[in-house]
C-alpha cells in the first residue's frame, strides 16, 4: 500500500494522543499562571523591601536628631541644675555669714542679777547648737539637694514629650 498524506491515528492511539496534548495544554497554562504569580509576588516583595529600606532610613534619621535633641536639653538642665545649687549654696553662705558674727546663745538678760551664775556652760552651749546647726544643714542639705535633682528630672522629662 501506498498511501500518501496524513495517516490519523484510530482507536487507543487517538485518545492517548488527545490526552497528551491536554496534558501538554494544562501544564503550560498551570506554567504561565505560577509564572505570573510569582512575577507578581517578586513585585511586591521587592516593593516591601525598598519601603522597609526607606522607612529605616527615615527611622534613623529621626533617632539622630531625637538623640541630638535630647543631649542638648540634657546639656541645658544639668547647667540649670548646677546653677540651681551653686545659688542655693551661695544663700546658705551667705545666712551663715550674717550669723556668724552673732552667737548662737543670746546675752544675758540685763535684768540678771548674776549672769555668770546660769545653770549651763556658755561656750559648751555656744559649742552643742553651733554642731547641732552643722548636723540640721547637712540634712536640710541632703534633702534640698534631692529637691533641686526631682525638679530638674521633671523638667527635663517635660521636654520629652
Known amino acids: ?20 496534548a491536554v ?15 510569582l512575577s507578581a509576588a517578586q513585585t511586591r516583595y521587592n ?21 541630638t535633641k535630647d543631649r542638648l536639653n540634657k546639656e541645658k538642665v544639668d547647667a540649670d541644675y548646677l546653677k540651681d545649687i551653686a545659688a ?3 544663700t546658705i553662705s551667705r545666712l551663715r555669714a550674717q550669723r556668724s558674727g552673732s552667737s548662737f546663745v543670746p546675752p544675758a538678760s540685763p ?9 549651763f556652760g556658755r561656750a559648751e552651749l555656744e559649742r552643742a547648737i553651733f554642731e547641732l546647726d552643722a548636723e540640721v544643714y547637712g540634712i536640710v542639705k541632703e534633702g534640698d539637694d534631692s529637691r533641686i535633682g526631682l525638679d530638674t528630672a521633671k523638667k527635663w522629662a517635660s521636654h520629652l514629650r
Open 23 to 37: 496534558a501538554i495544554a494544562g501544564l503550560s497554562m498551570a506554567v504561565w499562571v505560577q509564572t505570573s504569580r
Open 88 to 90: 542655693r549654696d551661695a
Open 47 to 67: 516593593s516591601f523591601v525598598e519601603n522597609v529600606r526607606v522607612k529605616g532610613e527615615q527611622a534613623e534619621k529621626d533617632k539622630v536628631s531625637r538623640e
Open 111 to 119: 535684768t540678771a542679777r548674776s549672769p555668770e551664775k546660769a545653770c
Open 1 to 20: 500500500m501506498n498511501q500518501k498524506g496524513f495517516i490519523l491515528p484510530s482507536g487507543l492511539t487517538l485518545y492517548a494522543a488527545i490526552g497528551a
